[in-house]
Nanobody
């Protein structure tokens, strides 16, 4: 069973950049698709980005397309979310998650979750 731990969250000014990471334990990391979700105060958790096991397929929510990039390093058991041109509305707790299928963009398709890392974008 893979376990996920996010890191790299923090406070950044609007227009700035931040990269959050998700370290996975377990030898089967490379067999999972990985996704990032976020939950802002008072809102439901929403899909941000996903990447298949090889890194060949990437999916993004419309709200972050062109600003965020998801990547993974299977040798390091780590998935990254690089966030550029951050906006105050990107403020949320960011969660990484693992799924057994390619192209998963829905929360219910992910069965392993990290604890989340807070990203705050000031205006």
């Amino acid at each position: 069973q893979v376990q996920l731990v996010e890191s790299g969250g923090g406070l950044v000014q609007a227009g700035g950049s931040l990269t959050v990471s998700c370290a996975a334990s377990g030898r089967t990391f490379k067999s999972y698709s990985m996704g990032w979700f976020r939950q802002a105060p008072g809102k439901e958790r929403e899909f941000v980005a996903a990447i298949d096991w090889s890194g060949g397929y990437r999916y993004y929510a419309d709200s972050v397309k062109g600003r965020f990039t998801i990547a993974r390093d299977n040798a390091k058991n780590t998935v990254y979310l690089q966030m550029n041109s951050l906006k105050p509305e990107d403020t949320a707790v960011y969660y990484c998650a693992a799924a057994d299928l390619i192209g998963a963009t829905m929360e219910y398709q992910y069965n392993i979750w990290g604890q989340g890392t807070q990203v705050t974008v000031s205006s």
